[in-house]
């Protein structure tokens, strides 16, 4: 058996112990405004429930282990005491993954992952209008943990206001387990799909992803392409040029003079095997 010192590992290593240790971990999808009402969206996964009455979740924005800056999730909450948690399942998980890059400070992540900002009744961070159950909340404490790099900063949310999507709820009107459709999150690249077991989704880049909205409209507006889709596509840090795209449609003459619609069929047949670049290619085609 492998026996570790915490104090005598890297923080780096230790991390990867404990995340893929203390795994599935639920995900609290965190949105919150700064003091100039600018939205950020941030996904956490130390979070949990731990009271009903009154009804209290915390999670934790930890420093950042590679260079022990704090989130701007942390910066904001210190200043509004407020936060929206909303949850995510399978429909959202890439939007939520794009949302994790480091974009600037003032950059809307609700705008680059493609999601709908939903105004809240009782806090004034906005909802993710796409998720199926969205938790306004007042925030009664930070706890910090520490000031080097990998402490966490346990937020104490106290829920004022429950928003529950009817379609994941069962005849009794209780949350069904299958319509939620909950995903979690595991060591490394690994997430879970609460009825379906293990997948992967590549970590977002180290870069910037181009983000949702700077793909083209036509593409974006798609009866075809799913959040999730267009997450995957976002998650790049530039697209194929002129060149590359000819070349693919000469390679694939099948692809040439296709309706959008078609086109984004095909799209989507290349990115359910992962291969995004392709996708992308097929996507350019005649634009």
Not at 46 to 60: D, L
Not at 133 to 148: H, L, M, P, R, S
Not at 225 to 249: I, K, Q, W, Y
Request: negative net charge; aromatic residues 8%.
């Amino acid at each position: 058996m492998l026996t570790i010192n915490p104090k005598e590992v890297s923080t780096g290593k230790l991390h990867q112990y404990l995340l893929g240790a203390v795994a599935p971990r639920p995900i609290a999808f965190a949105s919150t405004i700064d003091e100039e009402g600018k939205p950020n969206l941030s996904p956490y996964s130390f979070f949990n429930v731990f009271g009903a009455n009154p009804p209290i979740m915390i999670f934790s924005p930890a420093r950042s282990v590679r260079n022990n800056t704090t989130k701007h999730t942390l910066d904001n909450i210190e200043r509004t005491k407020e936060v929206v948690i909303n949850i995510v399942n399978y429909d959202i998980v890439q939007q939520m993954s794009l949302s994790s890059t480091m974009y600037p400070k003032g950059v809307n992540e609700f705008v680059k992952a493609g999601l709908t900002m939903l105004p809240s009744e009782e806090v004034k961070p906005f909802r993710v209008a796409e998720s199926p159950v969205q938790f306004e909340c007042k925030v009664n404490d930070i706890i910090y943990t520490g000031n080097e790099g990998g402490a966490g900063n346990l937020i104490v949310c106290e829920v004022v206001k429950v928003h529950i999507k009817e379609e994941v709820l069962n005849e009794e009107g209780l949350i069904d387990q299958y319509k939620i459709d909950l995903v979690s999150r595991a060591g490394g690249s690994f997430y879970s799909r609460a009825r379906d077991g293990f997948f992967e989704i590549p970590k977002p880049l180290s870069t910037l992803g181009i983000g949702v909205d700077q793909i083209p409209e036509p593409i974006r507006n798609s009866t075809v392409l799913t959040g999730n889709n267009l997450g995957v596509l976002a998650n790049v840090e530039a697209l194929p040029n002129a060149e590359v795209v000819d070349n693919f449609a000469q390679e694939h003459p099948e692809y040439l003079g296709l309706s959008e619609e078609k086109k984004h069929t095909f799209a989507q047949q290349y990115l359910d095997k992962n291969d995004v670049e392709s996708a992308w290619k097929v996507l350019l085609i005649n634009r």
